[in-house]
């Protein structure tokens, strides 16, 4: 085996085109999008604070995320081919597993932050401190390393058999399993057992943190507190209900199912969505992210002029 083919979108090439420019536009969105945010809050020592430390990381990995797949997939309907060779099958694989992967683990840290800064903000500066936070960071992207060398080795480490015809626009491990010759979905689900395991106690971690947190803004005496509390809170638990809703739909599709529309809309749903949306929720209900936007733009003018 030396290439795969993607079958995942028509062969009429008005499709095709009309498939390019809106995947152009989606791209184009996230690309601005993660990118404002991380220009908007780097420069601004006032928002130099673990919150957007790790909201920085999380545009990072959502720049990533969406240019493993996307620009493959555009370059492809544009001149109107649909191959990609063994290896870069291999490293989209394990780069999307990676930075979706990852992009959890840091939901899962964020949390912990609102709930010191919310639960305990006398210690908050001492247990939130530079160094934790960088620990925290390389923890959370050593382990996407391993959750994906782990599944991406368990996929290609068996042979090919079945064709090269993958009906999706990249290379997806359920598409890639029904391809191999041995019965490769026994030591698949096991893999997936355990990776499910680790985001199951994730998300328990998750759970448990933000009943405490709700417990603890409950007691707030004053409203605006209580409004205060809460809307630091939602952008996260925004992105984060978006990240599980269109995991959970894509792992309980049932893998037998013909419909292969239905696993197109699925994938980009999980893969695409997410990427463009994060910015968008951050940003909407962040006053200060607004206004570091402004003053940079304000300053981009004024440099021109």
Request: hydrophobic share 50%; aromatic share 10%; proline share 4%.
């Amino acid at each position: 085996m030396t290439e795969f083919l993607f079958l995942g979108f028509s062969e009429v090439r008005e499709l095709q085109i009309l498939h390019f420019v809106v995947f152009l536009v989606v791209y184009l969105a996230a690309l601005v999008g993660n990118l404002l945010i991380i220009t908007a809050t780097a420069p601004d020592l006032h928002l130099h604070t673990p919150m957007y430390f790790f909201l920085n990381n999380l545009s990072i990995l959502d720049i990533g995320a969406i240019s493993v797949t996307v620009p493959k997939s555009m370059a492809n309907s544009l001149m109107n081919t649909r191959s990609i060779s063994y290896a870069g099958c291999v490293i989209q694989v394990f780069f999307l597993l990676f930075l979706m992967g990852t992009d959890f683990f840091l939901l899962t840290v964020m949390a912990y932050d609102h709930y010191v800064a919310i639960s305990q903000p006398l210690h908050y500066k001492t247990v939130m401190n530079r160094g934790a936070c960088v620990q925290m960071a390389a923890g959370v992207w050593a382990s996407g390393v391993l959750n994906s060398a782990l599944h991406t080795g368990n996929t290609f480490a068996v042979s090919f058999c079945r064709g090269n015809k993958v009906d999706q626009f990249f290379c997806e491990i359920p598409q890639l399993l029904k391809l191999t010759c041995s019965d490769s979905y026994l030591t698949e689900t096991g893999v997936i057992l355990l990776s499910s395991g680790l985001v199951l106690c994730c998300f328990v971690f998750i759970t448990v943190l933000y009943v405490q947190i709700i417990t603890t803004v409950l007691r707030i005496p004053s409203e605006q507190g209580r409004h205060k509390a809460f809307s630091t809170c939602l952008p996260h638990l925004t992105v984060l209900s978006l990240l599980v809703c269109t995991g959970c739909f894509a792992c309980l599709k049932p893998l037998s199912s013909s419909t292969s529309r239905l696993d197109l809309v699925v994938a980009v749903f999980y893969s695409v969505l997410p990427p463009v949306m994060n910015p968008i929720i951050y940003s909407m209900r962040n006053k200060e992210i607004k206004a570091s936007l402004r003053k940079l733009t304000g300053w981009r003018l004024s440099t021109k002029n």
